[in-house]
């Protein structure tokens, strides 16, 4: 389904001829790509899944941000653009993203859930919290939010 969606954004990007949403799409798609090549010897079918694709996506958005705050403290004001023109077109492919008390709240849930009890358990709450909110969540916000709540039991 997400695979769709890139493809026909890639062609809508070239009827209007927007290179930089072009060379966007074109980098997604081609880190899905090492990601299914990468994938074969692991999946049945030799392809990511959409929670895999998400989780990709998040990644790109996170090595942009990092980019966004380099090129700024360089001064570089046409890099940072660049980069937050990026992040945009990431993002318009990820669902809507949860807000701080949302995450408060999830993280809540799963510890309950969970019976998680101390920090040893912050794995097992990390991983279902990526398993049911794949790129709705910023990970490592939420990371941070669970290891406040384990450490405090």
Do not use: C
Request: charged share 30%; aromatic share 2%; glycine share 6%.
């Amino acid at each position: 389904m997400l695979r769709e969606q890139l493809k026909a954004a890639l062609k809508t990007a070239m009827i209007e001829k927007d290179t930089h949403k072009i060379s966007t799409i074109r980098l997604i798609l081609a880190a899905v790509k090492d990601r299914d090549i990468a994938s074969r010897g692991t999946s049945k079918d030799g392809v990511i899944s959409n929670e895999d694709i998400l989780q990709l996506l998040q990644s790109m958005i996170k090595q942009r941000k990092d980019s966004v705050a380099m090129y700024a403290k360089g001064g570089r004001q046409d890099l940072v653009d660049s980069e937050q023109s990026e992040i945009d077109i990431i993002q318009s492919f990820l669902p809507k993203q949860m807000d701080e008390a949302q995450i408060r709240a999830a993280v809540e849930d799963i510890i309950k859930t969970t019976g998680a009890a101390g920090l040893r358990d912050m794995g097992k709450v990390m991983g279902l919290l990526r398993e049911r909110f794949a790129g709705q969540m910023d990970f490592g916000q939420a990371s941070v939010m669970v290891k406040t709540a384990l450490a405090a039991k």
